[in-house]
């Protein structure tokens, strides 16, 4: 097999790509040819900068979060899941063996965009729903019921989708794939299962300090 490099170090240098960066490239999607490259690995740099942009993501979603709904606790029932969904990506990369390579360091970020969308829908749905119905379990099933089956619809689409880059030649696509999917389901399982008991906890913590307020003044008289 033949590695035809010269077009791939066009493309590359179209965007500025440091030769390191491009040989490591190169070191990671034709592993066959590994003998003729010198053995370059990607830099540590790449993956502070990844986790560096993963924390100012969290932080500016947590920003948009509170300033949306005024609230601290929706901002962090909603990130919660998304940080565990994250730390299961990442052990899930550890117990099938797979490497972080130039394509599997974004999915921290990955599970961030995709996860903070499911929990969104489910955590907005239920304040709707806890509106009309005024009953904890009745807004529950009900979000369940309607907004959680479109999730499952939706990210059993995306999954199937991303587990079509198995059937790439290339290892780091194959890879990328996996993992996405994976990130796709953790995510779902966190929104569907996770997120809406930490709602629930919310409500109820909500409940209790509106009833407190409300009979503070004849505790008061009773003192």
């Known amino acids: 097999m033949t590695v035809k490099v010269e077009p791939l170090r066009l493309i590359l240098l ?3 790509v440091p030769d390191e960066m491009f040989v490591a490239v190169i070191l990671l999607i034709f592993k066959e040819e590994a003998s003729i490259v010198p053995a370059v690995s990607v830099p540590t740099s790449a993956d502070i900068a990844d986790s560096v942009a993963t924390l100012i993501s969290l932080a500016v979603s947590f920003l948009v979060l509170f300033l949306l709904t ?9 990130l919660f899941p998304v940080g565990i969904a994250s730390l299961w990506v990442v052990g ?26 499911y929990s969104i829908h489910m955590w907005r749905r239920f304040e709707v729903e806890l509106k009309r119905r005024n009953n904890h379990w009745d807004a529950l099933r009900a ?17 199937l989708g991303f587990m079509v880059l198995l059937f790439s ?39 209790e300090e509106v009833i407190e307020k409300e009979f503070e003044p004849q505790l008061d008289d009773l003192a």
């Open 70 to 78: 005024r609230r601290i606790m929706p901002a962090i029932v909603i």
């Open 143 to 159: 979000s369940i019921s309607t907004t959680g089956v479109a999730l499952i619809m939706s990210a059993l689409t995306t999954s």
């Open 14 to 16: 179209a965007f500025s």
């Open 92 to 117: 899930s990369m550890a117990a099938i063996g797979l490497k972080w390579n130039v394509l599997t360091v974004m999915v921290t970020a990955l599970t961030l965009g995709i996860g903070i969308d």
């Open 169 to 207: 030649p290339m290892p780091i696509i194959q890879d990328f794939g996996l993992i996405t999917a994976i990130t796709v389901v953790f995510s779902l399982l966190l929104a569907l299962v996770l997120l809406p008991v930490l709602m629930e906890l919310s409500a109820r913590s909500k409940e």
